[in-house]
């Protein structure tokens, strides 16, 4: 997907006809608009996410309001005003046209009546000239291009992109995985087969005898329980998201304060400390019953083992085993008639007598054996022991270490709420009051969350328990027994198609991982390590001495740590379209892509080292970037890493009614060009000024 341009026609702030084109190079791939607040940046990001889904960003106000306000108040009485955006964009070697519009016509009191509500019309022009005739379904199309759960790691604001880094955002980067991988169409057809394996036990149980009715009603009544539990889980989930989400938001103004800085920054490694301790106490624990389960018979195996040695070393002494004679030498020699002296061995002959006699004396190959295995084990089940008493003794110390050093950690904490407590400001007391009282909701939402996830795990293995019975139950009639192969077919489909989603998705999960921990060391000048969880977490961390510790991160590095993430989900799409033989999607659907970036406010959280950084690495990340800027974050430490791959630039020439405005200039290559400038009428209104690249 390559972008050529982007037209408005009275779309919010742009008042008449409007366009931008899009830098296309391989080299000068960025086009940078500046803007003041106010300006139109946001619209111009809205305009493509409208166009293209009929969505926009969270920071996108009144979004039932996009006819512009001038060419509303203009026109006539029963009148019908339109705003529309036209995207033109480029995907394989066909030309796109995306056009949405919305429509309202003027009543005698002012007010409006929809006439068309955000309706789309696509149609495409091939390598030959052809115009295709519009789409009759252009969001389906669309779609198939870019899907609808891609596009916010496209296009998005650079300010809120760092919200990809909190709680809230697993369970959408968990959706981008998915669909990155093309695995859409297997995970509507997991869900599919779900309503139609209840309808083919409906047909079950009109055919079945009582006894299988009843275990079909548990069935149905246990799945109405998972249901039941897993919205509570949801939402106990999504409360605890909040919650963090609120207290990172105090964590950020507390830093803020003058008293309150240094001790909060403090805390904030503080607890990224004590996290990570608890996460390496559960692990411990984990593989303490772990290895419980599976060696803990060796603890018992001491005595046995040495008493078995000492029996096996004494046959061994007295030269019972291994035997010095083998009892098919014997049986050659009396087979052959000949002793190994040279005698011969006549059936009957004391010789032969003698010789035979050997026999009893000889010993069983199989015996030998067994003496040789029993030995070997015996030795290994001590060297097993003594491994298992040494590796548990390893776990036991650093349990004991991670434990003091958590207790000294929680007394540090402590040690810094009272300090703010007594030394901060009114403001900083009641906000870390405020944090008290969710650390405190925090708790209680865990527990209760730990409380669904056991229940949810009980009920899970009562239903395998439940559809066990019922597939080894034994039915008479052909229709019952074609029913109940249909159920069992059905069953085992969706467990090879959930099979295919968690393969596929832990796959990708890595892959993207290891491109997020590439990426972010072309941004980062800090020597710290990111990491996409097996939760989907965007995670960063760093070396202290021996081990690893959490990052209490800032606002900067939420935002750097996105944008990495940003740019390993573009990686891996190219890759994924570059990689596909066939684009007729198959069974997966989706087959990758390769896709613009469109950056608002890219560079606000950032400090200047972080915004020069971003600034170089940006344009490398994708064929294509559009940023959007103010004059404060465009110029300055950017401009210089941006210019060399700059292929078109524009000013959003802001008009503004206001009275005790102050007229500023932006200035570009020497030259002065409007900003923020006295509009001549009582509108609010934007020029799209371009501005040559020399």
């Not at 990809?164 to 669909?179: H, R, V």
């Not at 800090?526 to 960063?540: A, N, Q």
Request: aromatic share 6%; hydrophobic share 35%; with cysteine.
């Amino acid at each position: 997907m390559r972008l050529r341009s982007l037209t408005f026609e009275n779309f919010r702030q742009f008042y008449g006809s409007q366009s931008i084109r899009f830098a296309e190079g391989k080299e000068k791939n960025v086009t940078v608009v500046y803007g003041a607040n106010g300006a139109g940046k946001t619209t111009i990001l809205n305009a493509f996410t409208w166009s293209l889904f009929k969505s926009f960003t969270p920071a996108f106000d009144n979004p039932s309001h996009l006819i512009n306000e001038r060419a509303w108040d203009e026109a006539q009485t029963l009148d019908v005003v339109s705003a529309s955006v036209r995207l033109e964009f480029e995907h394989e070697n066909k030309v796109y046209q995306v056009v949405r519009k919305t429509s309202k016509l003027k009543n005698r009191d002012g007010s409006g009546q929809l006439q068309i509500d955000s309706e789309a019309q696509m149609w495409h022009t091939d390598e030959t000239g052809r115009v295709s005739a519009p789409s009759k379904y252009p969001d389906d199309a669309i779609e198939q291009i870019l899907p609808n759960r891609l596009h916010r790691f496209f296009f998005f604001d650079g300010e809120r992109i760092e919200q990809l880094a909190k709680q809230s955002a697993y369970e959408q980067i968990g959706e981008a995985i998915k669909t990155v991988l093309g695995l859409a169409v297997i995970e509507r057809g997991h869900t599919h087969l779900a309503t139609v394996c209840k309808k083919l036990e409906g047909e079950l149980r009109d055919v079945s005898p009582p006894d299988m009715q009843r275990i079909i009603d548990e069935l149905e009544a246990i799945d109405r329980q998972i249901s039941q539990k897993t919205k509570d889980r949801d939402s106990e989930v999504k409360k605890r998201e909040n919650i963090a989400d609120e207290i990172e938001a105090i964590n950020v103004r507390l830093r803020t304060l003058a008293e309150a800085e240094a001790l909060q920054k403090r805390r904030d490694e503080l607890e990224a400390s004590f996290t990570a301790g608890k996460l390496r106490l559960a692990e411990i624990r984990a593989e303490l019953a772990h290895k419980f389960s599976v060696d803990g018979h060796l603890a018992f195996s001491s005595g046995l083992c040495s008493i078995a040695l000492e029996k096996l070393e004494d046959l061994r002494v007295k030269g019972a085993l291994p035997t010095p004679l083998k009892r098919q030498f014997v049986e050659d020699l009396l087979e052959n008639g000949v002793c190994i002296c040279g005698c011969k061995l006549e059936k009957g002959s004391e010789s032969y007598n003698l010789v035979a006699d050997w026999k009893n004396k000889a010993g069983s190959a199989d015996v030998e054996e067994v003496w040789t295995k029993l030995t070997a084990q015996a030795r290994d089940f001590i060297r097993q022991r003594e491994e298992f008493y040494r590796d548990l003794q390893n776990r036991q110390r650093e349990l004991v270490e991670i434990q003091q050093q958590q207790q000294t950690r929680s007394e540090d904490i402590s040690a810094i709420d009272a300090a703010i407590d007594t030394r901060g400001s009114e403001e900083a007391r009641e906000l870390n009051s405020k944090r008290k009282q969710l650390e405190l909701q925090n708790e209680s939402a865990i527990e209760a969350a730990m409380a669904r996830k056991i229940e949810l795990d009980a009920l899970a293995e009562d239903r395998r328990a439940k559809v066990k019975e019922q597939q080894d139950k034994k039915l008479e009639g052909e229709k019952a027994n074609l029913a109940q192969r249909r159920v069992k077919i059905v069953i085992e489909t969706q467990r090879l198609f959930q099979k295919i989603l968690e393969l596929r998705t832990e796959e990708v999960r890595k892959t993207l991982d290891l491109r997020l921990k590439k990426i972010y060391g072309r941004i980062s000048f800090k020597r710290y390590t990111p990491e996409l969880s097996d939760g989907f977490r965007l995670e960063l961390t760093k070396t202290v001495g021996a081990g690893v510790e959490p990052v209490a991160r800032s606002s900067g590095e939420n935002q750097l740590l996105s944008l990495a993430f940003v740019g390993s989900i573009a990686d891996l799409a190219r890759e994924r379209y570059e990689q596909t033989a066939s684009k007729d999607g198959g069974l997966t659907g989706f087959q990758g892509g390769i896709y613009p970036i469109v950056m608002d406010s890219a560079f606000g959280s950032l400090d200047e080292g972080y915004q020069k950084a971003v600034a170089k690495a940006v344009p490398s990340l994708v064929p294509q970037v559009v940023i959007l800027v103010s004059k404060s974050q465009g110029l300055g430490e950017v401009q210089p890493e941006l210019a060399p791959r700059i292929g078109e630039r524009y000013v959003l020439s802001y008009w503004t009614p206001k009275d005790d405005m102050s007229e500023e200039q932006i200035r570009l290559d020497g030259v002065s060009r409007q900003y923020v400038s006295k509009s001549p009428n009582d509108y609010e209104w934007v020029e799209i000024m371009e501005v040559p690249v020399g």
